[in-house]
């Protein structure tokens, strides 16, 4: 076992170990405060004896003195444990720093539905701040119930980066290394865990390279990605993200710093690859990198018939020179759709367009890209683009086609969050749900869920798309 699950820190070890090293300090000291919590708890061990002389009055009078007494033993005992736990924190050599107060922002996510404010947020400087941490709290011992969670950019829905009462780890602090790039045959960049993927791409495109797969949204942190899955409509093509990574360096649950990859520590290379943060932490990764292309040609066309929507994504994903991005949409008792698309595409046949009512109807919708080159005079990508589309089985009105750049395309859902940023509806809560679903269930399943438990989808998107299980 090349590392500990840090969920397992636990706190115990920290009550007795801390409680140890203080009355260490108290018997040198000859401090009187912690002297008398000792004293205490002997009395209290004691009185249940002589208690039994007592009258039932003074009984109950003696019943209430012990439980006052046990509560205000435990709370001292937490406070003392508590303070003593954040100096021996406080004394660690470190070049970030640790916050005690004011950790809100790190009890919220983008969920916005729990809320679990941290014992202490650590601010790194440098991967050694996180190890030296992970190595004390791992000392701590086996007993202790102390969690440990990374943060990156706090856009999980559920909790995930939040520890209650715990330490939470704040990736972003953590800008060390320098991004480097390799534009050798394999191209590649080292980034630090805390980068977000927006800056990878600003950075990548200045040596005309770009990451192969993405996720829809870019303003997360490669480590929050990595610990997930990373998927977008490249990832029929590229496979998800994890897939697109050469090597990590991690802080196993001993504080340990270990570099991983297919070939070296393989085991804890794919355990913390999707891992959900609970076999390591990522300090650095070395992505995969691909030439960049300039403009994206980006295309919406609507089916009302589930099977011919589905027959089409598949189809086009094990295509020939097939299309480079391949997602889909969901859209139940939705009218304004072809109303939204109009501010950003342009209808192929704006008469027949117009006359499209989408009232009531169930519909879905096939969202397509192809990247090109414009200064590559011999690209064909209007023909392939037109010999990709011309087997579909989509409503004809209904072809939307814009032409936008590279970055623009992947930064798209930044776009929208600025819009819903200004409505003020970017912070409301965000239940959510990621299912993947065989390909012989998926007809049952949109038969069951779409237009009768889910009846509207006007609170949120719903997406839908193939991926190939070999990537
Ligand atoms: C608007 C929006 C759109 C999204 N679109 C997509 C999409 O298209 N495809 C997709 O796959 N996902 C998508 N997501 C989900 C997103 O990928 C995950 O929620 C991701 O974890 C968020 O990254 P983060 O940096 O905010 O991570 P956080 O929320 O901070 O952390 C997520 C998890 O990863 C762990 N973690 C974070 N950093 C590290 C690290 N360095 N080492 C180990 N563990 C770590 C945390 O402890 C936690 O368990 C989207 C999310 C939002 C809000």
């Known amino acids: 076992m090349l590392t500990q699950p840090l969920k397992s820190l636990s706190l115990n070890s920290l009550l007795i170990s801390s409680t140890l090293a203080s009355l260490r300090t108290l018997f040198s000291s000859s401090s009187s405060s912690s002297f008398l919590i000792t004293q205490k708890t002997k009395q209290t061990m004691k009185f249940p004896s002589f208690s039994l002389n007592f009258s039932q009055h003074n009984n109950i009078l003696f019943i209430r003195t012990i439980l006052i007494l046990l509560f205000s033993c435990a709370t001292i005992r937490v406070d003392f444990c508590f303070s003593s736990f954040q100096s021996s924190l406080q004394e660690l050599p470190l070049e970030g720093n640790f916050s005690f107060s004011e950790n809100e922002f790190a009890a919220k996510d983008f969920g916005n539905r729990y809320h679990f404010l941290p014992l202490a947020v650590l601010h790194p400087k440098s991967v050694s701040d996180i190890s030296t941490t992970i190595k004390h709290i791992w000392d701590m011992g086996p007993f202790s119930k102390l969690t440990v969670a990374a943060r ?21 602090s953590l800008r060390e290394p320098e991004m480097r790039f390799s534009t050798g045959r394999f191209p590649f960049v080292d980034v630090s865990a805390g980068e977000l993927w927006i800056n990878i791409l600003h950075e990548s495109l200045k040596y005309g390279l770009a990451p192969k797969s993405w996720t829809d949204y ?17 990832a029929f093509r590229h496979g998800p993200q994890i897939s697109n990574v050469y090597q990590l360096e991690v802080v196993t649950g001993k504080g340990e710093v270990i570099n991983c990859s297919e070939k070296q520590n393989a085991d804890l290379f794919h355990g913390v690859l999707g891992g959900l943060g609970q076999f390591g932490i990522i ?10 292309p300039k403009m994206v040609k980006w295309i919406r066309v609507l089916y009302s018939d589930f099977s011919a929507f589905t027959r089409d994504q598949e189809y086009l994903i094990s295509a020939e020179n097939t299309f480079d991005y391949i997602e889909g949409f969901v859209y139940i008792n939705r009218t304004d759709v072809l109303n939204n698309w109009r501010l950003s595409f342009t209808p192929d046949d704006p008469i027949e367009a117009s006359k499209f009512i989408s009232d009531g109807r169930i519909l879905y919708c096939l969202e397509l890209a192809k990247n090109f080159n414009p200064d590559n005079k011999a690209d064909t990508i209007n023909q392939d683009i037109e010999g990709l589309l011309s087997p579909l089985s989509y409503i004809r009105s209904t072809l939307f086609m814009s032409e936008i750049s590279y970055v623009e395309f992947l ?25 993947l679903i065989p390909r012989s269930k998926i007809k049952l399943f949109a038969q069951g ?23």
């Open 152 to 172: 990156g950019h706090g856009h999980s829905t559920r909790g995930q980066s939040q520890a209650d009462q715990g330490i939470v780890i704040n990736m972003r």
């Open 449 to 471: 869920v779409f237009g009768n438990i889910l009846k509207n989808t006007s609170n949120g998107p719903v997406l839908i798309y193939p991926v190939n299980k070999s990537k």
């Open 218 to 234: 870019l303003h997360l942190t490669v480590g929050g990605t990595l610990s997930n899955g990373g998927i977008s409509g490249q």
């Open 411 to 435: 930064d798209r859902v930044h776009t929208s969050e600025l819009k819903l940023r200004s409505k003020g509806l970017w912070d409301i809560p965000h239940p959510w749900l990621n299912l």
């Open 283 to 292: 300090t650095k990764a070395r992505i995969s990198l691909e030439p960049a």
